[in-house]
T-cell receptor, first 113, second 117 residues
Framework: KAGVTQTPRYLIKTRGQQVTLSCSPI?????VSWYQQTPGQGLQFLFE???????NKGNFPGRFSGRQFSNSRSEMNVSTLELGDSALYLC????????????FGQGTRLTVV | AQTVTQSQPEMSVQEAETVTLSCTYD???????LFWYKQPPSRQMILVIR??????QNATENRFSVNFQKAAKSFSLKISDSQLGDAAMYFC??????????????FGKGTKLTVNP
């Protein structure tokens, strides 16, 4: 069974640009969450989706957005990139809401220059 | 809001020895879950062990066990017979157990564990 797949693995963008990151959950999983990991702030929750609906959102500016498709794949978008957006973005999936077994992908390393 | 604190930024242990990583948390909820995740240099977060707050018995997974002190809001991880492959960042995490609630995980800042041969 394939794990959580995040693409791309690495990304370099320029300030002011926008970026889209993708997460394919484990087959059959319908819940997807996103986290931002930085050395200074640690791991911070971005948002979570279930059945194409955003269930919860973290304390991030509106430049951060996401969506989930009918096949449970999820994307997150960051517009007007800032240097501080440089981070490892992690996606986690679980089979159903309330399931405590969340599986993480290997992340996308975003560098903003 | 819930918070998770890991007071040890770095720890080291000799191979085959035992090490304990500390974690404290703050919450007003009575139903919740606690986790320890391992993040090796590959960056992938791997679930090590979980504890349901309503269970008094401490969780155990092979060489990994926890000491869950609910009243003290403490959740430490003990690694026995440490192996070189245990070297990684370890994160303590909290999740609300509220019915239909969020799956949001609140993480501590992490403890970097070094295993010396």
């Amino acid at each position: 069974k394939a794990g959580v797949t995040q693409t791309p693995r690495y990304l370099i963008k320029t300030r002011g640009q926008q970026v889209t990151l993708s997460c394919s959950p484990i087959s059959g999983h319908r819940s997807v969450s996103w986290y931002q990991q930085t050395p200074g702030q640690g791991l911070q929750f971005l948002f979570e989706y279930f059945s194409e609906t955003q269930r919860n959102k973290g304390n991030f500016p509106g430049r951060f957005s996401g969506r989930q498709f009918s096949n449970s794949r999820s994307e997150m978008n960051v517009s007007t990139l800032e240097l501080g957006d440089s981070a490892l973005y992690l996606c986690a999936s679980s089979s159903w809401v309330g399931n405590t077994e969340a599986f993480f992908g290997q992340g996308t390393r975003l560098t903003v220059v | 809001a819930q918070t998770v604190t890991q007071s040890q930024p770095e720890m080291s242990v000799q191979e085959a020895e035992t090490v304990t990583l500390s974690c404290t948390y703050d919450t007003s909820e009575s139903d919740y879950y606690l986790f320890w995740y391992k993040q090796p240099p590959s960056r992938q977060m791997i679930l090590v062990i979980r504890q349901e707050a309503y269970k008094q018995q401490n969780a155990t997974e092979n060489r990994f066990s926890v000491n869950f002190q609910k009243a003290a809001k403490s959740f430490s991880l003990k690694i026995s017979d440490s192996q070189l492959g245990d070297a990684a960042m370890y994160f303590c995490a909290y999740r609300s157990g509220r019915q239909g609630g969020s799956e949001k995980l609140v993480f501590g800042k992490g403890t970097k564990l070094t295993v010396n041969p």
